[in-house]
């Protein structure tokens, strides 16, 4: 059972959210809230699988309610889902930055919310990746957005560098093994690895490092 709490200033938006979750067998809503500042208290609360968040709420917005939720030791285990809009990109990417495990676009089809609240409960692979690639790609080449750890360097080897490449090409675990021609075990203990000796909490936090430590370059740019 994947619980979720929805977080939106929307009533309507969480109303239908609500509906089509609890028609959908193995989901179960936990609680609503209509800013930051409740989802935060809800997580808390109820210890979700996935808080689905919106990132334009009055009071305490999404990003700041991310924020918390990621920090907190005893949250560890909840990820966090943002909503957004194609004209928020940069949310999108502070988000990610933040600890969310991933985005959804509100247009998106139902069928899709239900994969992608499915594949975050998991901590598979990022959501949209083709998106998430651009997005990344688009603002950590912002001189202000890249802060370099060249202590982080040195303790990737060649193999794990490569596998690194193809999760931040957005690449599941199994698709990294058809690629580098390797068990999907191999390819889930590299990524394991890479995320330990990194520090990162999930796959999306990882494509971020990835590109913020020079350790992969976002296409299109030089080294």
């Given amino acids: 059972m994947i619980r979720v709490v929805l977080a939106d200033d929307q009533a309507l938006v969480r109303a239908g959210f609500r509906v089509l979750l609890e028609t959908e067998d193995g989901f179960a809503v936990c609680g609503e809230a209509a800013d930051g500042a409740q989802a935060l208290a809800l997580a808390r609360e109820h210890r979700p699988d996935v808080v689905v968040m919106d990132i334009r709420m009055p009071g305490v917005d999404g990003l700041t309610a991310t924020r918390e939720i990621t920090a907190d030791p005893g949250l560890d285990g909840v990820k966090v889902l943002v909503l957004t809009t194609f004209d928020v990109d940069e ?74 490449a193809l999760v931040a090409g957005g690449l599941s675990n199994d698709e990294i093994a058809a690629q580098l021609v390797i068990s999907t075990a191999t390819a889930r203990t590299h990524v394991s690895r890479i995320m330990t000796k990194l520090g990162a909490r999930d796959r999306a936090q990882l494509v971020v490092l990835a590109y913020e430590s020079g350790l992969v370059a976002p296409r299109g740019s030089r080294p």
């Fill in 91 to 164: 949310y999108v990417f502070q988000a990610l930055r933040a600890g969310a495990s991933g985005f959804l676009l509100k247009d998106t089809e139902p069928v899709e919310l239900l994969r992608a609240l499915r594949v975050i409960a998991a901590g598979e692979a990022l959501l949209a990746p083709t998106v998430t690639r651009r997005l990344i790609s688009e603002f950590v080449t912002r001189p202000e957005n890249r802060r370099v750890d060249t202590g982080a360097v040195p303790q990737i080897t060649d193999r794990e560098r490569e596998v690194l």
